[in-house]
């Protein structure tokens, strides 16, 4: 009994878990990498800092040759540092976290007011 509680628990948790990305990023897709160089991210290219950390889906940390041998046009969370425009960190996204993100980070529509009646 105490075992199928425990694993009832662990089952729960682990649907409801949901990796923590940093909120100053943004959403994109790895078109290219060149191990210690550059990025070319949505088209544009980025320098690589030279301290770059890039995750896999499950967030271990991958090493050049392993993000080498990603798909082209894998769907990323990025950051960009303020101060020298490298790019320093970069998320793998699986395609559920990517929806979720895309949906959470989805710019508003724009929305006219109707123009107020001016009373005569």
Known sequence: MR???????????????????????QLGELDAY??????????EVYHAAPGLRIYNATGALLTPQQVLQAPKSAKIW??????????????FLGDEEYANLKQRF???????????????
């Open 3 to 25: 075992f199928a509680a425990l694993l009832l628990v662990a089952v729960a948790g682990s649907a409801f878990a949901q990796r923590m990305l940093p909120p100053a990023g």
């Open 34 to 43: 060149s191990p210690m160089r550059s990025v070319k991210i949505d088209g």
């Open 78 to 91: 990025y950051q960009i540092e303020r101060n020298t425009g490298f790019a320093w960190r970069i998320w």
């Open 106 to 120: 989805a710019k508003p529509a724009f929305v006219t007011a109707s123009e107020p009646q001016l009373l005569q």
